[in-house]
């Protein structure tokens, strides 16, 4: 059973930069995609970022292309967001998610595992 647990979430103020990471545990498997999910309050969860295992691929929403990185260092079996110019709609909780397979998908129900979230919160 995979285990994720994110950290890195905070209050921000707009423009201001933050990193939010994932920690994985008890993958047996070596195919996979790990993304990041976010919700705001009242809204749908939505997808983020995405990279698959050997990190060559990723994958952005339109929303944050440009302003959000993904990445992955698999010695340490931890999967990072790095947000730039954060702006208030960037407000949510913050999920990152596994699936286990070597295609990145956007769609919620292709993800097997979650982890918790972390809030990240951005004032203006």
């Known amino acids: 059973q995979v285990q994720l647990v994110e950290s890195g979430g905070g209050l921000v103020q707009a423009g201001d930069s933050l990193r939010l990471s994932c920690a994985a545990s008890?993958?047996?498997?070596?195919?996979?995609?790990t993304g990041w999910f976010r919700q705001a309050p009242g809204k749908e969860r939505e997808f983020v970022a995405a990279?698959?295992?050997?990190?060559?691929?990723?994958s952005y929403s339109y929303s944050v292309k440009g302003r959000f990185t993904i990445s992955r260092d698999n010695a340490k079996s931890t999967v990072y967001l790095q947000m730039k110019s954060l702006k208030p709609e960037d407000t949510a909780a913050y999920y990152c998610a596994e699936r286990t397979d070597r295609t990145i998908a956007t769609q919620i129900p292709r993800y097997e595992y979650w982890g918790q979230g972390t809030q990240v919160t951005v004032s203006s």
């Open positions: 008890g993958r047996t498997f070596s195919n996979y995609v």
């Open positions: 990279i698959i295992w050997s990190g060559g691929i990723t």
